[in-house]
């Protein structure tokens, strides 16, 4: 993969949602070292273009609270804090790989930890990102029965983020499941309207409809090709799919 061919960045400030799928790798579970350190490689890329970057960073690789309530019959409440405690796991060892890369990184969690990071406070937020230090939010909203999408469209209205951008596993929303239906059709952008109306399955509807209500566009893209995070920043507008 190359490196992006356009230098200047098209943000000066985005939030980046990173599921907790994408720190596996290809493992089954948990966090694949290398596949850290390359994100928090390209993390620092991408800052050392002048952006402000915070995160927000999934579960999933360790702890998945729909799953448990509904495949194990455990309360809903009690599983997603489960998993709001996985994400935290996720930030530290984010941080720890950011700062690695020589960058200074704050952890704030929506659940009071003081021991292992900093409590949410939007404006605290906001100053480490005007000090270019680069910002993780841990434990989702710090409520049940919300996605760390959800908490990621919630963040970067906070923080007056320009752009969500989301990283997956697929090179942007299409009309149906690429795994499954090969002949998928991918969209180059769709509005916030179309992806409510057609269940894309893009993000869940509360943060979609957050979105929408205040005109924050998304861009959903590939994560697994190297270089693809500096690629959006810069607005290369062949990579992933815009909302918007």
């Known amino acids: 993969m190359t490196e992006p061919s356009a230098s200047k960045p098209a943000y000066k ?11 596996m790798g290809k493992s089954q579970y948990g966090i694949d070292p290398a596949t850290l350190h390359r994100l928090a490689a390209e993390v620092k890329r991408v800052h050392d273009m002048g952006v402000e970057v ?6 999933g690789n360790i702890f998945r609270g729909v799953s448990a309530s509904t495949q ?7 599983a997603d804090y489960m998993g709001m405690m996985a994400t935290v796991m996720n930030a530290l060892a984010m941080q720890d790989a950011i700062e690695q890369m020589g960058l200074p990184t704050r952890v704030l969690s929506a659940i009071e930890m003081k021991e292992l990071c900093e409590p949410y406070i939007r404006r605290r937020a906001i100053r480490h990102l005007e000090k270019r230090r680069v910002v993780i939010f841990a434990a989702g909203t710090g ?13 970067a209205m906070e923080i007056h983020a320009e752009v969500l951008l989301k990283a ?56 697994q090709n190297s270089g693809n995070i500096g690629r959006v920043v810069c607005g290369d507008l062949s990579i992933g799919t815009r909302v918007d």
């Open 72 to 78: 194990h019959g455990m309360d809903r409440a009690s």
């Open 54 to 59: 915070a995160l927000v960073i999934g579960g």
């Open 143 to 155: 409520n049940p029965y919300f996605t760390t999408d959800t908490a990621a469209a919630l963040r």
């Open 168 to 223: 997956t596993k697929v090179d942007g929303i299409y009309d149906r499941d690429p795994v499954k239906h090969p002949d998928a059709v991918r969209f180059e952008r769709v509005t916030y309207l179309e992806v409510l109306q057609k269940n894309l399955q893009v993000m869940d509807s509360t943060a979609i409809a957050l979105c929408r209500d205040n005109k924050l566009p998304v861009i959903v893209f590939n994560l």
């Open 13 to 23: 400030r985005i939030l980046l949602k990173l599921s907790g799928e994408a720190l």
